[in-house]
């Protein structure tokens, strides 16, 4: 099955700063790429996602950009915000692969993002 | 819409007992999944289902078993409560197979003594 494994655990930087996360995956299969956001307390949100057909997608001041020979994708914060601080999961599928894969997702273990004003 | 809702919030329970966790979702989703958060293992699925009346293993199904009577619910059963069980509980729902971003639940936070 799929493997996804993420780097760094954790991440402090000051205000302003840039943040990168890396995460490399084992299947070559994968194709859909989804990095979330878990604020204390409350459940993961998507905040952008890459589809394997793309090489980079930008919204703001998030980035992500994914080599598929190399199986491993990225998620690049600019300017960071106190507001930042989190925990920011990447994740992988076989998005509408059809046969079994449901899109289930399988997590990396997690980075603890801290912004210090 | 409220979107994904998890019930309840928090529960202690003592080894051996059982009880059930409810997720409901308000958005016609068809697939559904169970996850599990354990600090440094990122969320592992337990079950999922594709749709009403069906359910699959995930990764880690053992002790635990659902039921998708009703297609805005799922429900996720411990029968006999360990304290290895002791977790943070995620639900998440999806549109269909067309779709791809899965909306999760706010957890349920559960202590096995």
């Known amino acids: 099955g799929e493997n996804v494994e993420q780097h760094p655990s954790t991440l402090s930087v000051q205000e302003g700063d840039s943040a990168v996360i890396k995460c490399t995956y084992s299947?070559?299969?994968?194709?859909?790429f989804p990095w979330y956001k878990q604020e204390l307390g409350k459940g993961p949100q998507l905040i952008i996602d890459?589809?394997?057909?793309?090489g980079e997608k930008k919204d703001q001041r998030i980035a992500v950009t994914l080599n598929k020979t190399a199986k491993h994708f990225s998620l690049h914060i600019t300017e960071t915000q106190p507001e930042d601080s989190a925990v920011y999961f990447c994740?992988?599928?076989?998005?509408?692969?059809?046969?079994?894969?449901?899109?289930?997702?399988?997590f990396g273990q997690g980075t603890i993002l801290t912004v210090h004003p | 819409n409220a979107g994904v809702t998890q019930t309840p919030k928090f529960r202690v329970l003592k080894t051996g007992q059982s009880m059930t966790l409810l997720c409901a979702q308000d958005?016609?989703?068809?697939?559904m999944y169970w996850y599990r958060q354990d600090p440094g293992m990122g969320l592992r699925l337990i079950h999922y289902?594709?749709?009403?009346?069906?359910?699959a293993k995930g990764e880690v199904p053992d002790g635990y078993n659902v039921s998708r009577l009703k297609k805005q619910n799922f429900l996720l059963g411990l029968e006999s409560a360990a304290p290895s069980q002791t977790s943070v509980y995620f639900c998440?729902?999806?549109?269909?197979?067309?779709?791809?971003?899965?909306?999760f639940g706010p957890g349920t936070r559960l202590l096995v003594l």
């Open positions: 994740a992988a599928s076989k998005a509408n692969a059809g046969g079994t894969s449901y899109g289930k997702l399988t």
């Open positions: 299947d070559s299969a994968s194709n859909y």
């Open positions: 958005m016609n989703h068809e697939y």
């Open positions: 890459i589809r394997s057909n793309v």
């Open positions: 998440a729902s999806i549109g269909g197979m067309r779709q791809e971003t899965q909306y």
């Open positions: 289902s594709v749709g009403e009346g069906t359910t």
